[in-house]
């Protein structure tokens, strides 16, 4: 229980079994208050294994609320004043836009005030590929030279740069949204601070936001973000062998969202995942599950299982590389048991990408060292569970290895080898946010 109190919202331990559902409801309440996160709760062997009388038991009802936070009005006019004024206003909005189902008072607020909207975490798909308001390319130079900048449900971490210079200007008006009231303020000094959940704050925004017309400022992003679009189309019609990143990434969104497919694309991976996020299309929220801010591992398959059961008339596409693989890639095995088909799309450059290459740029190729890995036939793994497997190593083989992988109706692995250095090449060395 103590290893875990650091990383969760509240860790304790069932005392008897008759406590077991009040125990139980209080996790629940406090893990989906709030901001939302993980609890967790230990039950020792003899709770588990000494019954109750079932008449006894009381089993908690109404045990939590739903109900959601408005935003002080006060603020909400303050940071209606200062976009009247503003000339470059952009939005960053994170996770919480989805977990409180935001995404349609997030669009209503952008139309209506004509800002570019840029997403990070599971906020990913709230605003769908190809609305004109949604950006991805772009976000340094939005950033960094927008007047205000409305941040809605994301922290001031390092996928922000923490508020600083050069990501954010010093000079950037400052609207924050959040939950939870220590997150306003922290690592950035903000000009509006607002307590709110992100639906509450967005449908205020939306209803109050003086209408907008910013033809020019919008057309100028659009051209960068359509010229980062053509640089990365052509590493993304690369026809040469190893494979590029990119490539990959292409066929697999166009695959994905083929027609009558509702794709969910599980992240787990470094260098391979960070650059499918740069090309793989979302259409609708609650599509793009990954390992979150602390990185960790080997959720494809825990994640695609738990998404399946949940949704299974949704296809689930695992962005998997070679490394994470190996930290639960048996689980493809509990997959195939309980019939819950999916495909694992592995990125393999025989290596741990993300950490070679940085060290290779800094030291030298005999100076990374543990970073390299067997060019292991994942496949082949995949098959031995009792699944489909695939082996690609040409480009021309990638759409129809994908084909057949889905059309398979089983848990599937496409196993594609990937040019090690494509990251270096196609200047894409970072992290996915």
Known sequence: MDLFHRISKWSDRVPTPDLVPAYLAKAFRVALSGRPGPVFLELAWDVLCNGVDEDTLQIPKSYRTDA?????????????????????????????????????????????????VYLNGAGRGCLPAGHPLFFQHTRKEALSGADLVFVIGTPFDFRLNYGAEPTFSAESKIVQVDIDPTEVGRN??????????????????????????????????????????????????????????????????????????????????????????????????????????????????????????????????????????????????????????????????????????????????????????????????????GGHGEFVTEPSQIRPALERAVASGTVACVNVMLDPDAPVKAGAMGYAV
């Open 68 to 116: 959601r936070q408005a935003p002080d009005p006060r603020k909400v006019d303050e940071a209606m004043a200062l976009l009247e004024s503003a000339e470059r206003p952009a939005i960053i909005a994170g996770s919480s836009v989805y977990w409180d189902g935001a995404w349609d008072a997030l669009r209503r607020f952008a139309e209506t005030a004509q800002i570019p």
């Open 188 to 385: 950035r000094v903000v000009d509006v601070g607002i307590i709110s959940d992100s639906y509450s704050a967005l449908t205020a925004f939306a209803d109050a936001a003086p209408k907008g017309k910013r033809d020019a400022f919008l057309s100028g992003l659009r051209e960068r973000e359509q010229k980062r679009l053509r640089d990365l189309e052509a590493w993304t019609k690369d026809d040469n062998s190893p494979i590029h990143h990119y490539r990959l990434a292409k066929e697999m969104s166009d695959v994905a969202n083929s027609a009558g497919q509702d794709p969910v694309f599980i992240a787990d991976g470094g260098n391979w995942v960070a650059m499918a996020a740069k090309v793989v299309e979302l259409r609708r929220p609650g599509r793009w599950l990954d390992p979150g801010p602390l990185g960790c591992l080997g959720v494809g398959a825990p994640f695609a299982l738990a998404s399946k059961v949940l949704h299974p008339e949704r296809t689930h596409w695992i962005i998997q590389g070679d490394g994470s693989f190996g930290l639960n890639g048996f689980d493809f095995e509990t997959a195939l048991r309980f019939k819950l088909p999916m495909v694992c799309v592995v990125g393999n450059d025989a290596a741990w990408g993300q950490i070679r290459l940085p060290q290779v740029q800094m030291f030298g190729e005999d100076k990374s060292p543990g970073t390299l890995l067997a060019p292991t036939r994942y496949d082949k793994v995949v098959e031995a569970f």
